[in-house]
């Protein structure tokens, strides 16, 4: 097994080729649509990509919608792009240098072809910048063979078989996109090496923050099986799944192919058949509407495939659904065949009965149904058999699911979909460039400072944060560390599974700790400040109306005595207003007083 991963991470600046804004239009109404057919062209070889023609062949419409704030006329592809952003150039090589990479004399734009509609021009621009780098981990240097810079792709909004529309506010944010070499040893270490190499990323603090900045596509192999790319995989606790899951796959994939030839059940040959007949009368919902609407009803058969078809691979995924997923190019919802439980779709005994008469078929075969138009049936099932027919374990881009399996997008790209960019000139690397890019912390810089500023169990839990820019700017500003490290990882997450979201975190504690710093209010009406915060009132406004004013001094002293020097019940009725401490103080200069 071989397992590697390719990490996507959006970087805090304008956009790479224009001098738009990388902010997200959140409620925005889009300022006009535009539409467009996208078409694969020769690389520079003269070569098409696999994967582009899969996309093509769909033939779909994609809508893009425009926003005031955050596009000009480069993401709608009517205008040249502008040069290279500086300041995203000089952040990825601070980075490359964290991996100890060689930088490249000279920055070359290329073209990678995406015709899936997440780019208006039908291709995304990217750059090479360092290669060769590495990190260390627990079970080995890991190579760190390629750091680019890249444009972000469109956002999708909506998909259909005909159409999918796409906002293009996120078009052209620059992204650093981070490669390994195929060292990883299992989930567990695929895991850590995620997790480092998405804390140095936050080490600069010149990244993008926030659900959705940061993308993870894991490649796996296995022994007698094929490299697949598993794209989307967000989520670090489930990367160990995902390998997991793939690893099964592959391996019952492997089972399958040596049971296909033993039974000399491949190659199949295309011969479907139109058995709309069959169903002329059925109860069978599904059947009858398509035929209503046009449809017919295709059947195949698989000669040798009974019991295959419905062999698990995956969770709730069956050895059908891989050819499901291959006639769905067509765009068709997918098929139906004979492993299944017919009358979960109402198709009667006597009606399967038919189809195999109809299709002449032995014990041992199967079959396979689609409904759509005639054309598309046809094309659906050509798809189907291509699939059945692949002697291997085939090369894929697969999407990650939430539930750890995954699903097919596309043949995986390979060289064919690259050629240079015409409109952006190279840009060397000089000396002076590279002098002048700011040193950042190292990953075990950041560890030992941080170590000195809070405890070790909280120091290990903040340099994996998200957060780690936001604490340093607060202590930079004269907040209390280990306070400010509390409120980030306790806290706030604690407020936010009440329910309580914050429109902007930085400013809402950037004002927090201001007005905590001339001593307004105690540590202990932290929670309910941020909880009347959250509701956009201002920290003044919040300590005023919900009395959260720290009382000290004389008022503090006329409190206790009239409180009887109690700690207890001053604490319980008075905790969100009076440092314990200073309480603990009245009471002992008075038993002193005494003594």
Known sequence: MKIGIEIHQRLDTKKLFCDCTSDISEDEIPKITVQRRLHPVLSELGEIDAASQVESSKDRVFEYQVFNSNNCLVETDEEPPHMLNDEALKIVLQIALQFHATIVDEVHIMRKMVIDGSN????????????????DSSKGTIGIPLIALEEESAGIVSNSESKATYRLDRLGVPLIEINTTPDIKDGAHLTEVAEKIGMILRTTAKVARGLGTIRQDVNISTEGGARVEIKGAQDLKMLATYVENEVHRQTELIKILAELRNRKAIPIQFNAQDVTVVFKNTHANLLSQGIRTGSIILAQKFPGHKGILGTEIQKGKRYGSELSEYAKRAGVKGIIHSDEDMAKYYISGEEEDRIRKFLEMEKDDAFVLIIAPQTQAERAMHHAIERANMNYVPEETRRANPDGSSTYMRPLPGRARLYPETDVPPIP???DLLSSIEKS???????????????????????????????????????????VATTLEDTIVSLRREEFEFTDLEKTLT?????????????????????????GARVEAVLKVFRLQKIT????????AEHNYDMKTIMQKCRLQVDAAEVDRIIKKRDSSYA
Do not use: C, W
Not at 120 to 135: D, E, K, P
Not at 526 to 531: C, N, R, Y
Not at 553 to 560: F, R, T
């Open 441 to 483: 912390e190292s990953l075990d810089e950041k560890k030992s400072r941080l170590e000195k500023l809070l405890n070790k169990e909280m120091a290990g839990r903040m340099i994996k944060s998200r957060n780690l820019h936001l604490f340093d700017k607060l202590v930079s500003e004269g907040a209390d560390p280990m306070l």
């Open 553 to 560: 001094g004389p008022a503090l002293e006329k409190l206790v």
């Open 511 to 535: 004002e927090m700790f201001a007005e905590y710093k001339k001593d307004s209010f105690v540590k202990a009406a932290i929670p309910d400040v941020l909880k009347g915060m959250a509701k």
């Open 429 to 431: 690397i000089t000396k």
């Open 120 to 135: 208006t021009s039908g291709f995304q621009r990217t750059s090479i910048i360092a290669m060769n780098g590495h990190l």
